[in-house]
């Protein structure tokens, strides 16, 4: 996504800490948290081991081009347009078996090509020197190979036939119906989840070699239908996701209209494109007799520098309030300072647009990440966002980028997923919990279903420790509270402290600078 522009907030003034409480009601919106929110794209198979993932993603731009039959792929405009000859430890048979034991999300092609057939070397490509002799870079290890473009302004005419082969709605259909043959249908142990290709409007740009022209509502209409329709057919059982837009400009705008509602838009109700995509999906379920579309998905990456700096660290901490927060103007070229987007509350729009135009669709963001996974400002940041995806009731997440083992952020997925090293995890109903300052200290709670403890996570985001009290409204009343810590005191572990006393449903203690807090109450029943 484009680069950060800043512009200033609108917030309420912080707490003081002498303000700060947290609130907890076992009573109060309760619902369960989907396990599908802690995936991953790929990730460290050690880490992906230890934390149980519960969902794995085969995706990217890589994807869009990925022909089946001869495990062929193009790379697009990510690495100089060459069809690349997957090795066998990177087929698509050899991901699915390799993740036999979580979901897995598998995307199907729609651009309307697939590779063709290739040598491993010299490669196949988009813009070769033989046509276009005059572009501003070549692959250095194949020079015929250039990135389509000359003195930065991409080059036309490329032939879709020197990489590509025509593949429409059926060819997803028998990809599908090989992966039935080689795995068992979905309701059967096959794969569950099917991905209707990726960041389509971005195709235009990504895959111009073979799909030069922007991407129209009536167009991504069509292929979302019939290619839906098609792995239907191949595996009834089987979910659909999509549009997995790239970002906000292709959340509410076709690529025809670029970055705003327009004339596509105006001819098609004035339904922005995750508005239409939606109905037309409901309209061709309805036509069926069979839902075409179960996950509602788009990616989300936040408009932050990946720098480290203290105005950075802080921009990334403030700018999870995106994904839930009615009063959170956008610091970036999305806010005032560009166009002007109204606070994007992403989940809750997402739950909105999907009640209103295709109800019972399920939700996910399948590509995201807030960058600084090496550093305890991404691993607060990671802390954070997993528990709003918990709280804010989204269905399936899968972090891309993922965070190395000793990567901070990969404590704040072992905080949630594996906290005591035992496999233990946060809780998987989601019980009311409060802050009287979310900005400053963050609370999350939930309770487990297998013995009922009750789960707190509370990441402190500022530089300075802070006592806070803790009410819990509807337990038992005195007691132990368990606390397990990472904080930069020791960036190698989470540290198991002192037991925490539990008087009258209260709890009181200090939460260490910049540090992720989980408390754990033993048999709490509401």
Same mark, same amino acid.
């Given at each position: 996504?484009? !680069?950060?522009?800043?512009?200033?907030?609108?917030? +309420?003034?912080?707490?003081?800490?002498?303000?700060?409480?947290? *609130?907890?009601?076992?009573?109060? +919106? $309760?619902?369960?948290?989907?396990?599908?929110?802690?995936?991953?794209? @790929?990730?460290? /198979?050690?880490?992906?081991?230890?934390?149980?993932?519960?969902?794995?993603?085969?995706?990217?731009?890589? *994807?869009?081009?990925?022909?089946?039959?001869?495990?062929?792929?193009?790379?697009?405009?990510?690495?100089?347009?060459?069809?690349?000859?997957?090795?066998?430890?990177?087929?698509?048979?050899?991901?699915?078996?390799?993740? $036999? &034991?979580?979901?897995?999300?598998?995307?199907?092609?729609?651009?309307?090509?697939?590779?063709? &057939?290739?040598?491993?070397? /010299?490669?196949?490509?988009?813009?070769?020197?033989?046509?276009?002799?005059?572009?501003?870079?070549?692959?250095?290890?194949?020079?015929?190979?250039?990135?389509?473009?000359?003195?930065?302004?991409?080059?036309?005419?490329?032939?879709?036939?020197?990489?590509?082969?025509?593949?429409?709605?059926?060819?997803?259909?028998?990809?599908?119906?090989?992966?039935?043959?080689?795995?068992?249908?979905? !309701?059967?142990?096959?794969?569950?989840?099917?991905?209707?290709?990726?960041?389509?409007?971005?195709?235009?740009?990504?895959?111009? %070699?073979?799909?030069?022209?922007?991407?129209? =509502?009536?167009?991504?209409?069509?292929?979302?239908?019939?290619? !839906?329709?098609?792995?239907?057919?191949?595996? /009834?059982?089987?979910?659909?996701?999509?549009? *997995?837009?790239?970002?906000?400009?292709?959340?509410?705008?076709? @690529?025809?209209?670029?970055?705003?509602?327009? !004339?596509?838009?105006? +001819?098609?109700?004035?339904?922005?494109?995750?508005?239409?995509?939606?109905?037309?999906?409901?309209?061709?379920? %309805?036509?069926?007799?069979?839902?075409?579309?179960?996950?509602? &998905?788009?990616?989300?990456?936040?408009?932050?520098?990946?720098?480290?700096?203290?105005?950075?660290?802080?921009? $990334?901490?403030?700018?999870?309030?995106?994904?839930? =927060?009615?009063?959170?103007?956008?610091?970036?070229?999305?806010?005032?300072?560009?166009?002007?987007?109204?606070?994007?509350?992403?989940?809750?729009?997402? #739950?909105?647009?999907?009640?209103?135009?295709?109800?019972?669709?399920?939700?996910?963001?399948?590509?995201?990440?807030?960058?600084?996974?090496?550093?305890?400002?991404?691993?607060?940041?990671?802390? %954070?966002?997993? @528990?709003?995806?918990?709280?804010?009731?989204? =269905?399936?997440?899968?972090?891309?980028?993922?965070?190395? /083992?000793?990567?901070?952020?990969?404590?704040?997925? $072992?905080?949630?997923?594996?906290?005591?090293?035992?496999?233990?995890?946060?809780?998987?109903?989601?019980?009311?919990?409060?802050?009287?300052?979310?900005?400053?200290?963050?609370?999350?709670?939930?309770?487990?279903?297998?013995?009922?403890?009750?789960?707190?996570?509370?990441?402190?985001?500022?530089?300075?420790?802070?006592?806070?009290?803790?009410?819990?409204?509807?337990?038992?009343?005195?007691? #132990?509270?368990?606390?397990?810590?990472? *904080?930069?005191? =020791?960036?190698?572990?989470?540290?198991?402290?002192? &037991?925490? +006393?539990?008087?009258?449903?209260?709890?009181?203690?200090?939460?260490?600078?910049?540090?992720?807090?989980?408390?754990?109450?033993?048999?709490?029943?509401?």
């Amino acid at each position: 996504m484009a !680069a950060l522009l800043t512009a200033q907030v609108v917030a +309420a003034p912080p707490a003081s800490a002498a303000e700060l409480k947290l *609130s907890v009601d076992l009573f109060a +919106a $309760r619902h369960a948290i989907s396990p599908d929110v802690y995936g991953m794209n @790929g990730g460290d /198979p050690a880490l992906v081991a230890e934390l149980g993932t519960p969902v794995s993603r085969w995706g990217g731009n890589a *994807s869009s081009r990925y022909n089946f039959t001869n495990h062929t792929y193009n790379t697009g405009s990510d690495w100089f347009f060459e069809n690349i000859v997957a090795g066998p430890d990177n087929t698509l048979e050899a991901y699915v078996q390799r993740n $036999r &034991d979580r979901k897995q999300v598998v995307t199907v092609p729609m651009t309307g090509w697939v590779a063709k &057939d290739s040598p491993s070397s /010299p490669h196949a490509c988009g813009f070769p020197a033989t046509r276009f002799p005059a572009q501003d870079s070549f692959d250095q290890w194949d020079a015929n190979c250039g990135n389509g473009r000359l003195n930065g302004t991409n080059l036309t005419g490329a032939d879709p036939a020197d990489t590509s082969i025509p593949a429409d709605a059926s060819f997803a259909g028998q990809m599908v119906s090989h992966l039935v043959s080689q795995f068992g249908p979905a !309701a059967a142990g096959g794969v569950p989840i099917y991905e209707l290709d990726n960041e389509p409007v971005l195709w235009s740009s990504t895959h111009r %070699d073979v799909h030069p022209q922007p991407v129209t =509502d009536d167009e991504l209409g069509a292929k979302t239908t019939a290619t !839906a329709a098609a792995i239907k057919a191949a595996d /009834p059982r089987a979910a659909v996701l999509g549009p *997995s837009g790239w970002g906000y400009c292709e959340w509410v705008a076709s @690529g025809l209209d670029g970055c705003a509602p327009g !004339a596509d838009a105006a +001819a098609h109700g004035g339904l922005n494109l995750s508005q239409w995509l939606l109905k037309n999906m409901k309209d061709a379920s %309805d036509a069926a007799g069979k839902r075409l579309l179960d996950y509602f &998905d788009q990616h989300y990456y936040p408009q932050i520098s990946g720098d480290k700096t203290p105005e950075a660290n802080a921009l $990334r901490l403030r700018s999870t309030r995106s994904l839930w =927060d009615p009063d959170y103007v956008e610091e970036s070229w999305i806010g005032p300072s560009g166009v002007n987007a109204p606070p994007l509350q992403f989940i809750r729009t997402m #739950k909105k647009w999907v009640s209103q135009y295709n109800p019972g669709t399920k939700i996910a963001i399948t590509e995201y990440n807030w960058g600084a996974l090496d550093d305890i400002n991404g691993a607060l940041a990671e802390a %954070d966002v997993l @528990g709003i995806f918990g709280r804010e009731g989204l =269905d399936l997440a899968t972090i891309w980028g993922e965070p190395k /083992p000793t990567d901070p952020a990969a404590y704040a997925f $072992r905080m949630y997923r594996n906290y005591d090293g035992a496999g233990s995890r946060f809780g998987d109903i989601s019980v009311s919990a409060t802050s009287t300052d979310q900005g400053q200290l963050a609370v999350y709670g939930a309770q487990r279903r297998c013995d009922g403890a009750l789960t707190l996570m509370v990441i402190n985001k500022t530089g300075t420790e802070l006592a806070s009290p803790l009410s819990i409204t509807g337990s038992p009343g005195n007691g #132990k509270a368990q606390r397990f810590t990472y *904080s930069p005191t =020791d960036l190698t572990s989470i540290v198991r402290g002192q &037991d925490l +006393a539990v008087n009258r449903g209260r709890v009181t203690t200090t939460y260490p600078a910049n540090s992720i807090t989980l408390l754990v109450l033993p048999q709490h029943r509401p």
